[in-house]
């Protein structure tokens, strides 16, 4: 029972680096997220997708991109890193069929850019 | 926009006590409401879902109600544990249009001592 994956777990930036985070779920669910949080500020959407080929904003979007080619995938993007994008980066996906939208993470990845 | 707020911030309590962790929210027209726990350095685990038109659920020690009208949470834990130590996350999940997502609060970090 896999769940949802995300790779890499670690990783450190330099400054104007860029980098890929994939998340992977196994559970056929068609909307999938990424999260960020830091400390004191709980957890803030990044962007989401609600299915296959498809990308909607969040709440802090800026300076991230984010694809979905396959449903199984979403990728988040970082094109320059900046020092603020230092955070613990969290993929989940849900299924919001009938009243049942609950929501499963994965292990996050830790992301610091120097 | 949606908020979500949690009190305390922090909790500790000796063994054995029976405790109760708020969250509350400001847009009461929320779909469903999600649980979770958090331990050091891992991901989000999903505790307890309640649907909007449900009042409350149970598993195992937890429980979990819901008050819409009033904009209220509560996760009561029964009889706690020192395995119970962690962050506590309620999460307020709103559709707009067929889009769902999931609002979080800041967390309450409970500490059970032994």
């Known amino acids: 029972n896999a769940g949802v994956t995300q790779t890499p777990k670690f990783r450190v930036l330099k400054t104007g680096q860029s980098m890929t985070l994939l998340c992977a779920q196994d559970?056929?669910?068609?909307?999938m997220y990424w999260y960020r949080q830091d400390p004191g500020m709980g957890l803030r959407l990044i962007h989401y997708s609600v299915g296959e080929g498809t990308t909607a904003k969040g709440e802090v979007p800026d300076g991230y991109n984010v694809s979905r080619l396959k449903k199984q995938n979403f990728l988040l993007g970082l094109e320059s890193a900046a020092p603020s994008q230092t955070s613990v980066y969290f993929c989940a996906s849900s299924n919001p069929a009938r009243l049942n939208t609950e929501a499963f993470f994965g292990q996050g990845t830790r992301l610091t850019v120097v | 926009k949606q908020e979500v707020t949690q009190i305390p911030a922090a909790l500790s309590v000796p063994e054995g006590e029976n405790l109760v962790l708020n969250c509350s929210f400001t847009d009461s027209a929320i779909y469903n409401l999600q649980w979770f726990r958090q331990d050091p350095g891992k991901g989000l685990t999903s505790l307890l879902l309640?649907?909007?038109?449900?009042r409350e659920q149970t598993s195992g020690r937890l429980n979990a109600s819901l008050d819409k009208s009033s904009g209220r949470s509560t996760l009561y834990i029964a009889a706690s544990q020192p395995g119970d130590s962690a962050t506590y996350f309620c999460?307020?999940?709103?559709?707009?249009?067929?889009?769902?997502?999931?609002?979080f609060g800041k967390g309450t970090l409970l500490t059970v001592n032994p």
């Open positions: 559970m056929n669910h068609e909307y």
């Open positions: 999460a307020a999940i709103n559709s707009g249009g067929s889009n769902y997502k999931l609002t």
């Open positions: 309640i649907q909007s038109s449900q």
